[in-house]
């Protein structure tokens, strides 16, 4: 994601939208999110680990093939840069959830609040 030369973040939130096959209502799905913004001559490297830090949601299984939206804010939104690249890796954490079936992920929307 590449972040607006006139961005100021004050609050940077990202949007995680998902769906899966099977489920019960008490189950969960936790996501992990490591990411890293890159500047003019910093090295992109796909096997580089992007955290600055993991930051993780939790989400509770609605329906069946219905959209879920779970909403998390990067707890150093401060550390992105106007006019540099955002590198974003999304995950499941199997380990910390309790979900029996498959979750797909859809997309995820960026948003920034200045």
Request: hydrophobic share 40%; charged share 20%.
């Amino acid at each position: 994601v590449h972040i607006p030369p006139s961005a100021t973040p004050s609050t940077v939130k990202l949007h995680i939208q998902w769906t899966n096959a099977s489920g019960l209502t008490t189950e969960t799905v936790q996501w992990d999110v490591d990411w890293r913004s890159v500047a003019n001559d910093e090295v992109i490297d796909a096997t580089t680990t992007p955290s600055v830090t993991a930051d993780t949601v939790s989400d509770t299984w609605i329906a069946q093939g219905d959209l879920h939206t779970a909403t998390l804010t990067l707890t150093t939104g401060s550390n992105i840069v106007a006019d540099d690249l955002l590198e974003i890796k999304i995950s499941r954490d199997v380990v910390n959830d309790n979900m029996t079936g498959d979750a797909r992920l859809v997309r995820a929307i960026f948003e920034i609040t200045s």
